[in-house]
């Protein structure tokens, strides 16, 4: 009926230059016919297969996208396809969050030998592709938006004593020398002690959100000198994680742990580091963690339909207006250079159009994955109101459930991107 | 029109000129305590409860964040260029801040300087602006220390007073006069404002004179680099030209820049004239209270506030200036 209509989709299959180009190769040796819907782009390998290039292909109007590569063990890179298998699980439940449609998502291996695999797979896709119709998710219909309620207050705590401490805390350090610059919470936002006499200026209380560890890197503030900084729990995740990335000398860092009963923020219902782990000190006593359900946010969205769940997202990505307020509050962001940055080639638009605006906030999610502690500076730096941190949730629960792992919790846990098992699920793999 | 009108009768009255086709933009509680001008659907949707601030501006009517230019086609013979439709018809601003309107005669300056801006002008053209005085202020507000204040007129094409639960209308212009017929000839008692809490004249002075003062180091080392305050501010306006290009087809673009990003001024070479945040927050005042002052006989900035409530790292104008040492210190 579709031919009727005149609709034929397009396929665009990313293949890796050793297998798969091969068995398409064979495939029209052996003059085997397979629908033409079909655009192959061969690239060196699946791992080399970066998100934004599927995210691209929807962009340019493709109705299904095919990876495939060589299969396990085969790789020509020794493990490029295993890489791209494991990126390949946060990447599909991050387009699910999303509302894409899986049924158009479509990885497989076959191999250099399997002309005749090759022929049945494009003719498999190319059939379902022309079955769902043509595919338009930048066309979405945002939803109406229910306004969200606000966060729960925090619990009363006794800020006074500890910011006591934290103040004569700073002055000693000052004091004796042992850092030149305490960062930490001011009246107004961050700030920069320098000079015991000005310890005063340090504040503990609710307001207390920022999280610090994003300075570290910065030049202006590594200029200062050896740095104290103050961290909650959580803050201290991202410190964690900088030093995994040799981001981040810890000795060259003094830390000030601040025991936190919550800050009233979403994360804090869940959250089972009240007490900094590894600081060299901390102020204030235990804390008792809570064991609410880290990603119950994500179950109002992953309840909705996929078409749901995308005009949700189509209407909270409307609003981005390319601040970059997420990726500069975000302290695992820290690269000199933004892909985002880039214009040669230009792989996100920079517009804050809706295209431009689904794949930066999809590579973000993506370069975070198994990097992000959750300490949801993103979204509270967002002046969109855009809820980021439900992204960063559905990638970090992949990690958690697939791989146990969950960023800045184990200084020596293997990290679940960058790395493969061989027995990794396959079993979205055709 | 003399008549006060009821919360009900305004929302009538924004339906009726939704109803004609017109697009109106006014304020909306996107989410609890969250105020944003937003296109209505309808009168209803307008936030009309106790006074508060909104977060973005009105300046997206006139400068949207993103805005083709013109469009164009590559054939085996040439370039094709296809301009781009008429921008949206007339609009309204309904409810805004005196502070949002004020930064519209503001900006008109720079659009017309050294080229008349023909998308900012024909949007401008189709624009009416509707303000609401203001009952109340927050610690943010600092429009009586640029010279305003909150019931100014400037930029208004008509203004709203509300009074016991009521509005009262007053017309500034024509375009008012179209919405409102004739109004109200006097206007009610207006609150007084925020306190005069730094002067101009010493921000001007300080960014010329101390340009190369640590000051500016040391009083932006929070600043994290984003684009907030310049995208929520109703005066800042800078762009960038970007093409986005999809095989043989592709379009001209201005989206919003921000002088906070260190690629705002880097250079083909590498070289970077701003390398640090702090010369960043530096250009961000002395173009606010210096430059464009001198240029143009204008502060680029109303005192809205929006920059320091919405920065995520506590800054902006009125945190950054108030910094800067008086030598007369303001009468507590």
């Not at chain 1, 609709?7 to 190769?25: H, M, Q, R, S």
């Not at chain 1, 179950?299 to 209407?315: D, N, V």
């Not at chain 2, 004179?209 to 005066?235: I, M, N, Q, T």
Request: aromatic share 8%; proline share 6%; hydrophobic share 40%.
């Amino acid at each position: 009926m579709s031919r009727a209509n005149g609709f034929e989709p397009k396929i665009l299959a990313y293949v890796c230059n050793w297998c798969t180009y091969l068995g398409a190769d064979l495939a029209g040796t052996a003059r085997l016919e397979y629908p033409p819907n079909v655009r192959i782009l061969r690239l060196p390998c699946t791992g080399r297969i970066d998100a934004n290039l599927v995210v691209k292909a929807f962009e340019m109007g493709a109705d299904a996208v095919l990876v495939s590569g060589c299969h396990p063990g085969d790789c020509h890179y020794t493990a490029g396809n295993y890489h791209a298998r494991r990126r390949w699980m946060f990447f599909r439940a991050l387009l699910e969050t999303i509302g894409f449609d899986p049924r158009r998502l479509h990885f497989t291996w076959i191999s250099a030998a399997e002309g005749k695999k090759f022929q049945q797979v494009i003719t498999e896709i190319t059939e379902q592709a022309r079955a769902l119709g043509p595919y338009r998710p930048y066309e979405a219909k945002p939803c109406v938006e229910r306004p969200r309620p606000l966060a729960t207050p925090p619990p009363a705590e006794d800020f006074a004593a500890a910011g006591q401490e934290l103040r004569q805390t700073a002055a000693r350090l000052l004091n004796e020398g042992t850092v030149k610059v305490v960062i930490g919470h001011g009246e107004r936002g961050p700030v920069f002690v320098t000079r015991a006499e000005d310890a005063g200026n340090l504040v503990w209380n609710a307001n207390c959100l920022s999280n610090l560890a994003v300075y570290l890197k910065r030049k202006e503030v590594r200029e200062l000198g050896t740095p104290a900084v103050v961290v909650k729990g959580c803050d201290e995740r991202a410190l964690l994680m900088l030093e995994k990335e040799s981001q981040l000398e810890r000795e060259g860092v003094h830390v000030i742990g601040m025991a936190c009963g919550g800050m009233g923020r979403a994360k804090c219902a869940a959250c089972d580091t009240p007490r900094p782990r590894f600081a060299d000190e901390t102020i204030g006593g235990e804390r008792a963690p809570r064991d609410g359900d880290r990603y119950a946010a994500l179950e109002p969205i992953l309840a909705m339909s996929a078409e749901e769940r995308l005009s949700y997202w189509t209407a909270q990505f409307d609003r981005c207006v390319k601040c970059y307020a997420c990726r500069q509050a975000c302290p695992m962001c820290y690269c000199e250079r933004c892909l985002a940055d880039k214009n040669r080639p230009q792989a996100i638009a920079t517009s804050a159009h809706r295209m431009g605006n689904f794949a930066w906030h999809i590579s973000r999610a993506m370069h975070l994955a198994g990097r992000c502690v959750g300490c949801d500076e993103c979204a509270r730096a967002c002046p969109a109101g855009i809820d980021l941190r439900l992204l960063n949730l559905a990638v970090a629960r992949v990690a958690e459930r697939e791989f146990g792992y969950r960023a800045g919790m184990d200084r020596d846990a293997e990290p679940p991107v960058g790395a493969f098992a061989a027995a990794d699920k396959e079993d979205f793999i055709g | 029109m003399s008549a006060a009108l009821s919360q009900e009768a305004l929302r009538a009255l924004a339906d009726g000129w939704i109803k004609s086709g017109r697009k109106v933009i006014g304020p909306v509680e996107a989410q609890p305590g969250r105020i944003v001008f937003k296109p209505l659907g309808s009168g209803a949707a307008l936030y009309l409860g106790a006074w508060a601030p909104t977060v973005n501006s009105i300046k997206e009517a006139v400068l949207p964040r993103h805005e083709k230019l013109y469009s164009y086609r590559i054939h085996k013979d040439g370039i094709q260029l296809m301009d781009e439709p008429e921008a949206a018809g007339e609009t309204i601003v309904i409810a805004a801040h005196p502070c949002q309107a004020a930064a519209l005669p503001v900006l008109d300056k720079v659009f017309n300087w050294d080229l008349a801006d023909e998308f900012y002008n024909r949007r401008r053209a189709a624009l009416s602006v509707v303000t609401l005085a203001c009952s109340s202020y927050d610690d943010h507000c600092f429009c009586t220390s640029v010279g305003l204040g909150p019931a100014s007129e400037k930029g208004s094409d008509a203004m709203l007073y509300e009074t016991g639960g009521e509005f009262v209308a007053r017309t500034f212009t024509a375009k008012g006069r179209a919405l409102f017929g004739d109004a109200a000839e006097e206007a009610p008692p207006q609150h007084d404002g925020p306190p005069v809490r730094f002067r101009a004249a010493r921000a001007r002075e300080f960014a010329r004179k101390e340009f190369d003062s640590p000051f500016w180091r040391e009083h932006s080392l929070a600043c994290l680099g984003c684009g907030v305050c310049a995208y929520v501010c109703p005066a800042c306006h800078c762009f960038d030209i970007v093409d986005e290009r999809r095989g043989d087809e592709g379009f001209r673009a201005r989206n919003w820049d921000a002088c906070q990003f260190p690629m705002f001024t880097l250079h083909a070479s590498g070289h970077n004239p701003r390398q640090r945040q702090g010369d960043r927050q530096r250009q961000r005042i002395y173009h606010k209270f210096g430059v464009y002052p001198e240029k143009f006989g204008e502060i680029l900035c109303t005192g809205c506030g929006a920059c320091a409530r919405n920065c995520p790292a506590g800054l902006g104008v009125l945190p950054m200036v108030t910094e800067i040492p008086d030598a007369e210190p303001l009468q507590a």
